[in-house]
């Protein structure tokens, strides 16, 4: 194990109806004049935008709003929304709906202290983030985690380019986290969501860092709850109590509880946002389509470290004795959900030049990963393998 | 699975000579006079005196003491370190210790906006904690998980009670948990505490609430660490790494994170406080002693929500099938590890006179556990079945 400081001061209000805590949450930090931060319909058609509407009112908050936040949010709708939290002296930033809406109002929050023109460095880490607008959070969907973490995933469309940052003064003052709003979600979204969780937990657990027990066992606990609620959505149908077990794994999941003590590795998730970025891909699916080649790959190039934890997994969750059909019992499973294991299965094709630009863009602040290094040759065939 | 708020605020810094980030943390607060808790001379084996004493020069703090607390800390130090803030305006506490010393630290904190005579009121819950001087918290144990929760556990022994609070102010501001701290920790006390970090696990598993997964699973395998991590201890001898693991569980056992969205049970717990406080037990050793009578009685008493908790910690952690056979390999286990599973192996008696007593003082406030409920006549015939 290694050492480590963790700090998660996000107050998490989970369950059916928490919305109703918002005005305490709210007079708790003196809100006078807040931005709300969401995508489309879906907060319309649960309630929440007129909810909102109706707190604000009541407790005399000045409230304006950052709308049509798309999936992978776009710097443009920070840009946007930063000139509103200017413009109107905001002193609160509250996000309602899934991971993208929380990861642009995040940018917001910071990019509220820098100059239009420097939000995008923040990315390429050629700036820092200092401060940052307070803001609390809605959450709709069960899948980033995004709700209690630091993290915000930004595109670039002018660029291309798809980046993330992570900084603690960008973790919301607080979550709330009602499993019944992802009760609308349909399949195909559903089991994105659950792709991401399992993702996120696969890419902490599978590790170079030695006796990390406590938290293996954490994690593969938290694992198993997933893949078993949400093989019962989709057997037994709509649930609340299936979709809360999810949703709190989600949370979980990447609030870097499951992190302390060791080195995640994250390259997966590096190496998918080129291609989800040129063909617009659901992030849960391009994971799922090439996560099975980044596990066989690592086993080749870090056996002693690949191998036990595979194993290990394969025991704990699978009933699996070896690396090989673990990794097999994972693509089986994702397909029995309907989702692609491979690129074929995604409907996208990756020529030689779309690897080698892809390689670049992945590696371009430096080799990825810690479970084996993945540095700009090594990128490029890993891309060609797919 | 029940709604919650969850708000976990400490911030936890752990690794080996973590201390070293004292300064820092101790500048974040802008600590002017500080009262440091302590019990005799383990802090000052392990350098911990000296060097806060090093570091309150360095920084200009006026530095106070409250030492010589004992385990299950008694009301009259509360009282001393109370009169000692008050005389000098405190303005943080620092607890260097076990459980005991964070426990009366925590106290102290509250207690220094009370009259000395109404503190015990605030443990008969006739009085309510509304602030507390902030405090932050070396750990030198792993078993009580005091260091990030805002528990405390304060003995009177004029009453010859026992008993426990909670309260988010009392939540310590940083917790520094430096597993090397714990490798001194002899045989007796190591054994000791991992059972105490099971038996948070098992107060917390052990729910009468359903559809509860996600946090099942979890603690399950923070539970498997526990044993595999203390078996390789006491079976391949001292290791950094091996304690780690411990004290990272014993953080996460009692941090709430396990029991969030179902009820615990606890009444185990307050079982133990009077036989504990009449024959001065070790309060993992009084646990392990009593818990599998609860375990059969709540079998017998709720099977409905015992027996699948129980046939699921059997399959999951021990390799048993039944309910029954889980509870004799838990015995098995404490066992092998010297811990008694019995009141003779506790080397006391309970006769119905005592047994009559101590169910009168751990129902004093009521009906106490949730997987069944433990009145005053039921508590008596668990002493009795003992």
């Known amino acids: 194990m290694e050492n480590f400081v963790f700090h998660s001061p996000a107050k998490m209000v989970f369950g059916k109806d928490q919305v109703e805590r918002l005005p305490e949450l709210l007079k708790s930090h003196d809100v006078k004049k807040m931005l709300l931060v969401y995508g489309r319909k879906s907060i319309k058609e649960l309630g929440i935008y007129d909810k909102v509407q109706d707190i604000a009112d009541e407790l005399g908050i000045e409230l304006y709003e950052e709308s049509g936040v798309r999936p ?52 390429l880490k050629k700036s ?26 930004i595109s670039n469309d002018a660029k291309r380019a798809k980046r993330s940052i992570k900084n603690q003064a960008l973790i919301p003052q607080f979550a709330i986290i009602d499993p019944s709003y992802t009760m609308h979600v349909d399949r195909y979204h559903t089991v994105a969501g659950s792709i991401d969780i399992m993702m996120h937990i696969f890419e902490q657990y599978f590790s170079p860092t030695k006796r990390t027990e406590t938290s293996d066992y954490m994690s593969l606990g938290i694992l198993k709850s997933v893949i078993e609620n949400t093989n019962k959505l ?46 617009g891909l659901t992030h849960g699916y391009s994971l799922s389509a090439m996560q099975p080649t980044w596990m066989r790959m690592a086993l080749e190039r870090n056996e002693e470290a690949m191998r036990p934890r595979l ?76």
């Open 128 to 153: 820092q983030v200092h401060r940052a607008i307070p803001l609390g959070v809605i959450v709709t969907l069960a899948a980033t985690g995004s709700e209690t973490n630091g993290n915000t995933v």
């Open 234 to 279: 989709l057997l037994e149908g709509e649930d609340y109590h299936t979709r809360a077990n999810i949703s709190w794994a989600s949370t979980l999941a990447l609030n870097w509880i499951l992190q302390q003590g060791k080195k995640g590795d994250w390259a997966s998730h590096r190496l998918v946002y080129p291609p989800a970025a040129k063909h």
């Open 72 to 123: 992978n949010p776009e710097l443009e709708s920070v840009k946007s929304g930063r000139r509103t939290v200017i413009q109107h002296g905001i002193d609160f930033i509250l996000a309602a709906g899934g991971g993208s809406v929380i990861d642009c109002a995040k940018a917001i929050a910071f990019a509220a202290f820098k100059k239009e023109d420097a939000i995008w460095d923040v990315f």
């Open 311 to 386: 194993e290990q997994l394969g025991t704990e969750v699978f009933s699996k004795e070896t690396s090989e059909s673990t990794i097999e019992a994972i693509e089986i499973l994702f397909n029995s959900w309907g989702a692609p294991t491979s690129i074929e299965d995604l409907g996208i094709e990756i020529d030689d030049e779309d690897a080698i630009k892809f390689a670049r863009q992945a590696t371009l602040l430096g080799p990825i990963g810690n479970m084996f290094t993945i540095d700009e040759y090594m990128a490029e065939a890993f891309y060609k393998r797919l």
